[in-house]
């Protein structure tokens, strides 16, 4: 364990192992989300209420999964990063944050474009869209805050503490947000979350869930490789890897 | 750099082994401190109140003087503007003490900072939250807010608004050392304050529906624990960061 | 115990420029230590670090011949630091400025001591005065009056001198060595030129460098 933990100190291993792992999570991603958006809007049966918008769902979502998802890793690295000043975690979290705000936005957007054939609207205070909305507002904040910084590694710490601020009270909000839902629009219809569902309409689902995931660690440990040659760009491993490269 | 020799004959007195202690005295005296500079300055005091007043009245103006209109909106008015009022007055919290040297200082003490920052949040409660609470009955009367409800609206605030300068004070404490810290300060921190005003404007409506609010006033309750148990840490970490720039 | 802090091979990067690297340090009991170097070569930096308030750093800082992440109550019970600010609150009198101060390193509130320390610095007849009607020289002596009255070993003080009349500055002078002879510390960045004293030691910062390692 320390020994990993130690190995992850070093920039230049986790450009190595993750030049290694990257090609499998691109293939996976590709893969899955292929199969899965074929057979979801292909072949996976009509619903028998909503018709064909409920496909919406295949990206819906995969998206809102991996946008909290995303916002509790961001948590978790900057926890890592402030614990053991891991500098890899740091640079993950910095390129997962936008990531994140963008699952939340194709969340938000795609829950309002199926609110049209359910709705007839493209908003309505649901209770998931309301809490996807503000864990939007979310994300920017932690963009902002450690785009606000002069110094580096103070806007690393306080995007971390923040982030961890912010995971605290995701929940706290999510069940609020909910119990105020429930009070003020007592049954509606809401998006997602229905139970039984036949297997042909989730497993698709589930396909492209786990494609969405791979796509996130694909994106990741490309985007936390450049990051690593961004800001070690003046080491002395990184220049021979840029000489050898010409 | 070669180590100079250690010329001393004399053993040095005054070096201390354990902080001299007094945790309550130093709490006591940064409460008491800025107690008296909030006094001082007495337009620091007010500008919250006047704030809250005028986006009150804004509000008959902008969408009707109809008295049952307002009276059905009337307890989410009072809370967002309230929230806003305590936002606003959150820049300050720590940039005075920032800007002097004074924060440094506080930074440096032997005594756990979170303590410390915990009595500073607890003055600015004191001076705008429970103010602000205080004051809400009288606008809630401009705003044809139901009889019965005016007590609980005025706890509510106290209970929540206490959570409201814990939560904000981590944002105040995150973006003390930023020149442009305002806005950001409202981005980073309104997020936060949905599930209390949730609550708190609920407790209100359930007061003027005749449900039980001891349950709401509970819940806002347990988030003020919580957030008196996490947010002096929070504050504390983020003030170290603030201040290395 | 003993006064001893030490650095081991410090170095402090701002913006992909390195302050400075490789920072031996040493400094005991008896010493005046001033740090010297150009604008920008990060004296205050290594004042901040030195005082604990900068965790953005590499090398290893030792308190009392232990890691400074241990003993960092101790050092803080010992440490006396004035930055460049003064930390003077313009609203509040030089009494209740450093009544604050008083209470919170833990001295016994005690107003005498307070009157001594002001008269100490020639503030007497200034000790009502709101702060912010003083000008800057007296306000950095409201902030100089701390070294009186909190006795701490170890004294960092960023450029102590500014804004202070000649007089001050020559007794603030006599101040320092006098900590020193006793078995106090002084860490200090000025300006100003110390008179050489048996206690004095340079340090010179200035010029970073590259990164090889890693």
Known sequence: MWAFINKLRSPKWFYAISAKLQPWFWAAALILIVTGTIWGLAFAPADYQQGNSFRIIYVHVPAAFLAQSIFVSMAVTGLVFMVWKIKIADMAATVMAPLGAAMTFIALFSGAVWGVPTWGTWWMWDARLTSMLILLFLYLGVIALRGAFASRDSASRAASVLAMVGVINIPIIKYSVEWWYTLHQPATFTVTGRVGMPMEMWLPLLIMVLGFYSFFIALVLTRTRSEILRRESNKRWVRELAEEAN | ?245 | ?214
């Open chain 3, 1 to 214: 115990m003993s006064l001893r802090l030490q650095a081991q091979s410090l170095a402090c990067e701002r913006d992909d420029r390195w302050l400075f690297r490789d920072l031996d340090l040493d400094i005991r009991a008896g010493e005046i230590v001033r740090v010297e170097g150009p604008n920008g070569s990060g004296k205050t930096t290594l004042l901040k670090i030195l005082s604990g308030q900068l965790a953005d750093y590499e090398g290893e800082l030792f308190w009392s011949e232990r890691p400074m992440r241990e003993t960092r109550e101790s050092f803080l019970a010992n440490l006396l630091y004035l930055g460049h600010a003064p930390g003077v609150k313009a609203a509040l009198t030089p009494l209740e400025n450093l009544a604050w101060y008083q209470a919170l390193s833990g001295e016994a509130p005690s107003e005498t001591a307070r009157f001594r320390a002001l008269e100490e610095v020639g503030l007497v007849g200034f000790e009502d005065v709101p702060a912010g009607q003083l000008s800057a020289g007296q306000q950095r002596r409201v902030a100089l009056a701390r070294l009186t009255l909190t006795p701490r070993a170890l004294w960092v003080l960023d450029e102590p001198f500014t804004a202070i009349d000649r007089d001050g500055v020559a007794a603030l002078e006599r101040r320092l060595v006098e900590h020193a002879r006793s078995g106090g510390c002084v860490l200090v960045t000025t300006h100003h030129e110390l008179t050489p004293c048996a206690e004095l030691r340079r340090i010179r910062l200035g010029g970073g460098g590259v990164d090889d390692g890693i």
């Open chain 2, 1 to 245: 750099m070669t180590a100079s020799e250690n010329s001393l004959s004399r053993a040095p007195a005054a070096l201390r082994e354990e902080p001299g202690g007094g945790l309550a005295v130093a709490v006591w005296a940064t409460l008491k401190r800025d107690l008296l500079l909030m006094l001082r300055r007495r337009s620091e005091v007010l500008n919250p109140l006047v704030f809250f007043a005028l986006v009150i009245t804004l509000f008959p103006i902008g969408i009707s003087p109809d008295p049952a209109l307002l009276a059905a909106i009337a307890p989410g008015l009072l809370w967002v503007a309230a929230l806003l009022a305590a936002l606003l007055s959150l820049d300050s919290l720590f940039r005075a003490d920032y800007d002097d040297g004074s924060l440094e200082q506080l930074l440096l003490t032997p005594q756990p900072l979170a303590l410390l920052a915990l009595a500073k949040v607890a003055v600015h409660w004191l001076l705008t939250g429970l103010p602000l609470a205080l004051m809400a009955p009288v606008l809630g009367i401009m705003l044809s807010l139901p009889a019965g409800s005016y007590a609980v609206l005025a706890i509510s605030l106290a209970l929540g608004s206490a959570s409201l300068s814990l939560i904000g004070a981590i944002g105040a404490a995150l973006t003390v050392g930023l020149s442009r810290g305002g806005v950001l300060l409202s981005l980073l921190v309104l997020p936060l304050y949905i599930p209390v005003l949730i609550f708190g404007a609920g407790a209100v409506q359930a007061a003027i529906l005749g449900d039980g609010v001891l349950a709401h006033l509970a819940i806002l309750g347990a988030l003020l624990a919580l957030a008196l148990s996490l947010a002096p840490l929070a504050i504390a970490a983020s003030l170290r960061i603030s201040i290395n720039g």
